[in-house]
C-alpha cells in the first residue's frame, strides 16, 4: 500500500481538493485529498505560484474544500513533493436542462364546475351556461388548497380556477388548474 502511494506521489500533475493547510513563516504545507480516498502532502514556500480565478493568489487564501490542480517537483531525499503551483479549480456551471420552475403565463382565465373529466379534457361548466372544453397539457400544475398534487385529485363537481391559453391548433389548455377553499376575511 505505501509502494502504491509513493507511485501516486510522483505524479508531476494531480488535481484533487484541499484537506488542510498548514502555514509556517515563509512556507507550508498542502494537504489534498485525490482520487480513491488517496491523501497526498506538498511542501509549498515563496517561489510556489497560487492562482485562484486566473489570477495570482497567496497560499493564505487556500481554503479546506477547494479544488486545486498542484504541479510539483520531487527533491531529491525529501519526504514530499515541493508544489511549484496550485490553481484553483473553479467549477463549472453545468447546464442541466430542466423544466421551468414556474408555469406559463396564460392569457386567459376560467372559473366554475369540473362537469366531465376524459383522456387529458376537461369540460368546464361556467356560471354563464356556457360549457367550455379544455386540454390537460403533460405540464399542467395542479394545486389543492395551495399545494401541488397530481391530476389524480380533480374530480367532477369540483368547482376550479384554470389559467390556460390557445394552441397552435386553437384549443384551449391548462397551464393551471387550482381548487380548495377560501379563507373567510377578518
Known amino acids: 500500500m505505501l509502494c502504491f502511494a509513493a507511485l501516486a506521489q510522483d505524479s508531476p500533475?494531480?488535481?484533487?481538493v484541499v484537506v488542510r493547510r498548514e502555514l509556517g513563516i515563509k512556507s507550508g504545507v498542502l494537504t489534498v485529498r485525490v482520487a480513491e480516498d488517496r491523501v497526498l502532502r506538498f511542501r509549498f514556500d515563496a517561489?510556489?505560484?497560487?492562482?485562484?480565478?486566473?489570477?495570482?493568489?497567496?497560499?493564505?487564501?487556500?481554503?479546506?474544500?477547494?479544488?486545486?490542480?498542484v504541479v510539483s517537483d520531487a527533491a531529491p531525499g525529501a519526504a514530499m513533493r515541493t508544489a511549484q503551483s496550485i490553481h484553483v479549480l473553479t467549477p463549472?456551471?453545468?447546464?442541466?436542462?430542466?423544466?421551468?420552475?414556474?408555469?406559463?403565463?396564460?392569457?386567459?382565465?376560467?372559473?366554475?364546475?369540473?362537469?366531465?373529466l376524459g383522456n387529458s379534457r376537461l369540460v368546464l361548466h361556467q356560471r354563464d351556461n356556457e360549457d367550455v372544453e379544455i386540454v390537460l397539457r403533460s405540464d399542467t400544475r395542479y394545486l389543492d388548497n395551495g399545494e401541488a398534487v397530481t391530476v389524480?385529485?380533480?374530480?367532477?363537481n369540483m368547482r376550479?380556477?384554470?389559467?390556460?391559453g390557445k394552441s397552435v391548433a386553437g384549443?384551449?389548455?391548462?397551464?393551471?388548474?387550482?381548487?380548495?377553499s377560501m379563507l373567510a376575511p377578518k
Do not use: I, M
Open 152 to 156: 389524480q385529485n380533480l374530480k367532477p
Open 92 to 116: 463549472q456551471l453545468v447546464q442541466h436542462r430542466r423544466p421551468p420552475l414556474e408555469t406559463p403565463k396564460g392569457d386567459l382565465t376560467f372559473s366554475g364546475l369540473v362537469l366531465r
Open 47 to 69: 517561489q510556489t505560484y497560487v492562482e485562484r480565478e486566473n489570477r495570482p493568489s497567496d497560499p493564505e487564501q487556500l481554503r479546506a474544500g477547494d479544488k486545486v490542480e
Open 171 to 180: 384549443n384551449v389548455e391548462a397551464y393551471q388548474v387550482v381548487w380548495g
Open 160 to 164: 376550479v380556477s384554470v389559467r390556460g
Open 13 to 16: 500533475v494531480v488535481r484533487g
